[in-house]
T-cell receptor, first 112, second 111 residues
Framework: DADVTQTPRNRITKTGKRIMLECSQTKGHDRMYWYRQDPGLGLRLIYYSFDVKDINKGEISDGYSVSRQAQAKFSLSLESAIPNQTALYFC???????????FGPGTRLLVL | SQELEQSPQSLIVQEGKNLTINCTSSKTLYGLYWYKQKYGEGLIFLMMLQKGGEEKSHEKITAKLDEKKQQSSLHITASQPSHAGTYLCGAEATGGFKTIFGAGTRLFVKA
């Protein structure tokens, strides 16, 4: 079984809809991250969490919110989806004290 | 803010040829990571470099961090189709505890 899982893997939604992307990990890592990837722009950090009570904004947090329900779960929400949020979204984890990150398989989101 | 620039953006090589990908930082690097990504999939960690002049190898892939710690190179010897994918460099952002990434270099290997 994969250590970092993301659901759904693919999603098509309409402008204005609220959607949630979920991430679960079995690695026991304290730190979790949400990134989006766009062609030519690489990965950009949306939010990160160093433990259940610690949530921080990344460089592109506008239009997104997150919830760290447990050490193993970190969800990303788009409150009112817009077309320029169409992207590939990745969840990642890392153990405390290390910057090496372990990535989930990604969620491909299309907002019409 | 710190930025990572990768070159080239894409690369097509004949199987068996050597190639080099570069990652240049606008600020001193305190930790440099190389990841590989297959199309539409997550990133796989390859190597981490921390010390100026450090060099690490894994199978046919060698990564170096220059002495001034502002540039890293990834060298693949005798490329194979299995090397195809996008290679991204990542670095610890100065003043923070998060990683920033370059835009990636897409590698194609012709059989």
């Amino acid at each position: 079984d994969a250590d970092v899982t993301q659901t759904p893997r693919n999603r098509i939604t309409k402008t204005g809809k609220r959607i949630m992307l979920e991430c679960s990990q079995t690695k026991g890592h304290d730190r979790m991250y949400w990134y989006r990837q766009d062609p030519g722009l690489g990965l950009r950090l949306i939010y990160y969490s160093f433990d259940v009570k610690d949530i921080n904004k990344g460089e592109i947090s506008d239009g997104y919110s997150v919830s760290r329900q447990a050490q193993a779960k970190f969800s990303l929400s788009l409150e009112s989806a817009i077309p320029n949020q169409t992207a590939l979204y990745f969840c990642a984890t890392s153990p405390q004290g290390q910057e090496t990150q372990y990535f989930g398989p990604g969620t491909r989101l299309l907002v019409l | 803010s710190q930025e990572l620039e990768q070159s080239p953006q894409s690369l097509i090589v004949q199987e068996g040829k050597n190639l080099t990908i570069n990652c240049t930082s606008s600020k001193t690097l305190y930790g440099l990571y190389w990841y590989k990504q297959k199309y539409g999939e997550g990133l796989i960690f390859l190597m981490m470099l921390q010390k100026g002049g450090e060099e690490k190898s894994h199978e046919k892939i060698t990564a170096k961090l220059d002495e001034k710690k502002q540039q890293s190179s990834l060298h693949i010897t005798a490329s194979q189709p299995s090397h195809a994918g996008t290679y991204l460099c990542g670095a610890e952002a100065t003043g923070g505890f998060k990683t920033i990434f370059g835009a990636g270099t897409r590698l194609f290997v012709k059989a």
